[in-house]
């Protein structure tokens, strides 16, 4: 048996060989004979002897080879997409007609009548945006502050018009107009290499001048506010107030900037704080009066009037007397003036928006906001208030009735994923997300239900609503609720626990995207089952007995909404408690989903029709809205008897859908992993291999003959046909922890998989220093085995996923940010396509290409409509997205050749 595999072997390699050869330019084959006239010269060298310098520069040469065959590598990514919006104040032109909110390294410009993204104004690699503001004197200048430069934007045609260096980190910025100028001026506080403090003043005009320090201070001052021209500046690190003040400021003149400063403790520790000039009284007074509203972590609100007088007295024996407004229960994130002063709008960790009348001590409510409040914008009018809340949405509201006239929603994932680790496997890593089938430009993801400071901390935060974002367009399409939530309820319980929400362990869609199936779970807090356990621990107990449902969605076209259809309670279980699902697939060409659960059973699920009390109706307009298990397979033979539940497990379908692969850990203890190939029709396992993979499976995708399986200590491809298994040779120094789950994806239009491992991030030996984790993807062929890509990704990535339609794969990391790793030199490959792309096209850019097309056998059976057909294959690569948000034409152009040609 050996003999005749590696015979087989040695002439499938031959064969790839050819074929790579073949497929291979010119260039290429003319690198890979330098590299191995390197490779050889290097053995020779070493074979006589020769000095080590002589094999460091073969080594150098070898090296810059290797540079640039990564250089000349056709994968490479686009920009990216989506994004967490920072807790920056969002800006709006003077007519709000514009709104602009900031990313980490980029700030958005979207139309504030249609809340559609307009532009991107992107900042260099490595800069990270602290503040942004509109010019006073030209509306269509933004001038756009990172931690190392400031920059100049003509934000209409999105043109960087300047920029300027900084000589120290910036941590906070103001932009105002002093009188008599025309140039705007910034206040940024910046962080010398000293560990102290400073406050700068800088002129932005056509030639930068040095920043004149008007404090420095050790405290560490992260706030400031600039008023009246730029006389009056306060800052504040939290228990300190520092006020400044000047008679004039005279920028041709800049050593003669002079500010008198004071300073004043608060009573409590300070979150936020908003200054208002006093025009009526400023004109009587020689002074400028100035109001400041001082937010605290306690709930409650300092209103000081005049401060000048009254906080910053000159005598000793007069002390502030603030007027003091408390109604929020945690501690306050945002206060802002009114434009006229009558009114003080606030808003906390409560989702609530408050409105203080000062005159009469009147409050009024904007209750059942989505999520806590971050930041309060008061427009240029006054007639609209911009609210940013903490799930990633920026909101305008009319002042007077308090209704939204614009809402800018971005991917609502919590900031808490990334640096959860679970100590069970059987919990999925990152976010549970999916591209739709017939839309690949719909990310559908879980989100959290509510965001809120309770969730911090040593649990996980709890992913109960799905939303669907478009990738393509980056616009927010839709949001619905998966399992129970407390969106507009109190999540505390009367001990102070936080009220935790189900969380969804698994989603599958159908290839033509009219069922999906979700699985989601909740355990009870050990607290409140403590009456019905006395033997047993209440963490154990809370933990055994959990709620898991399997729900089967349906897509309702009219309403864009998912329909529940059937919710099956303990779709797995075991001695009368439920079993966690393992792993959930949907089956190709077909309405069917199956399931494994860690009771060591494999169900697979179908749709059938609804009884209708003894009433007969026609076979053929029966409505399938109701799902059953028609297959159950036990594979307890299969796994190690002394577990109490299978630890971990994949299962994953050929592209037919005529096969199923289930991957378990090895039965005897060691670390030899099983794969069963089970004929999905009747249930029967056909063949049964070991020593595919090592380790606990964490993924499998199947590749045309080939099954790829990651797992926690290997990542291998087994040809199924000739029954070989290859492992994948990895980045050296790969982490082989279980806490991470390797991530797979693989995609048939290019014949190649990826993988995302880690590196570093702990440390066995606890002398050494632990490094920090970091993350690569890497991308290889299947028909070789060679890697051809290799990348380090900035961010930690939460899912990896595939788009079957244009060869791409799709990264979504912490950050909520989406990029789009494509190849430009692939050689596409007819693959079985949605029933929307393989449809028989007889007009269009069909005709011009003269492309024969053929209806896959493999595809569900749907009606036959070629014109709607059509319509649908180019709303893959078009949708919804207006001229104004398109990629480029470029893009456009190879999607749609595509999408054409892949029939």
Known sequence: MAPNQSAKQQKRSRASDVAEKVSRSVEERTKRRRTSDVTEEQSLVNSNGSTGKEVAVARDVSSQEQKERKKAAPWSFSRPVGGRYRNLDPVMTEDESHLFVALDTAVQVFAAATSRLLRTLQMEAGQKVVGFQLCPTEPGVLYIFTSGFVTKWDWDSGKRLARWGTDATTVAIDLTVPENEAQPVSYSIVSPKDGKRQILVNALGEKKLPGVPILTTSESVSSIRVTCGGRVVVACDGAHIFLGLASNIDLETPESIQFSWREATLPASATCFHLRENSEESQLSTNPVVDLAVGQSGGSILVYQNILNTLFVLSPDKKPSPRKLHWHRGAVSSVRWSRDGNYLISGGQESVLVLWQLDTGRKQFLPHLSSPICNIVVSPSGNSYIVKLADNSVMVLSARELQPSANVTGLQLSTEVSSYKDSSSQRPYGAVATLHPQHPERLMVTVPASYHVSQQGHQRPSSAVLQTFDIRS???????????????????????????????????????????????????????????TSNTSNKEFASSHPEVYMKFWKWNASSDTWELVTRIDGPHFKDSRNSAVLSLAARPCSHEFASLGADAFLRVWCPTSRPRSGLTTDASKQNLDNWKCRTVVDLSAFVNPAMQAVEAGCITFSEDGSVLAVCLPSATGTSDGVVLLVDVRDGSIHYRRTGVFFGNPFSAKFLAKHLIVAASGSISVWDTVDDVVTPVKLIDNASS?????????????????????????????????????????????????????????????????????????????????VQRLGCLEKTTQKTTQPREVTSQLNSGLASIFSQSHERSAMVPVVDDNTSASQNKALATVFGETPAFALPSLNVLFRNVVQTLGSN
């Open 474 to 532: 980056n616009y927010h399409i839709s949001r619905q609720a998966l399992a129970r939530t407390n969106a507009t309820t109190l999540d505390i319980g009367p001990d102070g626990s936080p009220i935790v929400a189900p969380d969804v362990w698994q989603m599958g869609v159908s290839q033509d995207g009219k069922w999906m199936a979700s699985v989601d779970s909740w355990t009870p807090n050990p607290q409140d089952v403590e009456s019905l």
């Open 737 to 817: 922890e279980s806490l991470f789950q390797t991530m797979l994806a693989v995609n048939p239009r290019t014949s190649t998989f990826a993988v995302v491992l880690r590196t570093g991030g702990s440390s066995k030996n606890p002398e050494k220093k632990r490094r920090k984790a970091k993350h690569h993807i890497q991308i290889y062929d299947v028909p070789s085995l060679e890697m051809t890509f290799r990348e380090t990704l900035s961010c930690s990535p939460l899912s990896l996923l595939s788009d079957t339609h244009t060869g791409d794969y799709i990264i979504l990391d912490s950050t909520a940010t």
